[in-house]
């Protein structure tokens, strides 16, 4: 039997609800679109239109992925970050709007650079933070590490399509292990990296505890372990007066400035979030 658009979306919204799926309708809506390849405009001012089966049965699929948790990026392949459009798998974290900060205060940071700044991203998953930043700082040049080669793959898929794969360099890395510090140094250190403690995943949401990479969410029981490291080894790969922006959790910023060695870093700003929440950590090294 043959549904309107307007019939498809109305049952797919009961689906989601009663899956638990916040804003329902609106995911419905976004599927549907994807599916056939229309905004939303379309389906607005075409709601009683026909789908053909085909359509109808791949839209009652997804429908059925997003119900089961499947976030809707993963079903559709993209995130918008910064304005831009990115591919996403299940081997890289969602980009998030909290990141976009972190972009925003690196762009200030290295954006009156007279020389070309080189800039580095730990943990870079899907290139977000790296690739926005060579789109906004057109002289900038990147290394993109992760230690993911998946992660990287998708990266790099994302550099050719916003036009940057010429400048930046990608390189499978647990950290800065694979990197000589004889031969890297960098103006700008950049990351995002996982932490959230061991005791706190199953707390998250489905969509994030069931479905985003684990290796990229969380460290272990321990969720500073990884910008311990940071804070260790960064010094080794940045240049004088150079600048390490890090991404934290909702309850760390305390214990961050703790671990600060002040005879390394100045700590230059804890910027907050949108809720207000400390966010981004922007040291500079003495």
């Not at 498809?8 to 989601?16: D, F, G, K, M």
């Not at 994807?34 to 939303?40: I, N, Y």
């Not at 969509?207 to 969410?217: K, N, S, T, W």
């Amino acid at each position: 039997m043959s549904r309107s658009i307007a019939d498809a979306i109305r049952e797919a919204t009961q689906v989601l609800n009663s899956a638990g799926v916040p804003e329902a309708r609106r995911e419905a809506g976004s599927l549907l679109s994807f599916v056939l390849g229309k905004d939303r405009t379309f389906l607005i001012s075409n709601a009683d239109d026909a789908i053909d089966e085909d359509s109808l049965r791949g839209f009652q699929e997804i429908v059925e992925r997003r119900a089961d948790g499947e976030p809707l990026q993963y079903i559709t392949g993209v995130q918008d970050f910064f304005g831009r459009e990115f591919r996403v798998t299940p081997d890289v974290l969602i980009p998030r709007p909290e990141t976009e900060l972190l972009v925003e205060a690196a762009i200030q940071i290295a954006g009156g650079r007279e020389s070309s700044p080189l800039i580095c991203d730990v943990g870079a998953g899907s290139g977000c933070i790296a690739l926005t930043l060579l789109c906004e700082i057109r002289p900038a040049r990147a290394v993109a590490i992760d230690k993911s080669p998946a992660a990287l793959e998708v990266a790099q898929l994302n550099a050719r399509n916003l036009s940057v794969a010429d400048r930046t360099v990608f390189t499978v890395s647990d950290c800065f292990d694979s990197l000589d510090p004889n031969q890297s140094q960098f103006d700008l250190v950049v990351s995002n990296p996982p932490y959230v403690s061991a005791a706190l995943i199953a707390g998250l949401q489905r969509e994030v505890r069931d479905h985003e990479p684990r290796i990229a969410l969380s460290p272990g029981p321990d969720g500073l372990s990884i910008i311990r490291r940071l804070l260790d080894d960064t010094p080794r790969f940045l240049k004088a007066q150079g600048h390490l922006l890090v991404e934290i959790g909702f309850d760390q910023g305390e214990a961050i400035q703790r671990l600060i060695n002040e005879e390394i870093w100045d700590l230059v700003d804890i910027c907050p979030d949108l809720q207000g929440i400390p966010r981004i950590v922007v040291l500079q090294r003495k």
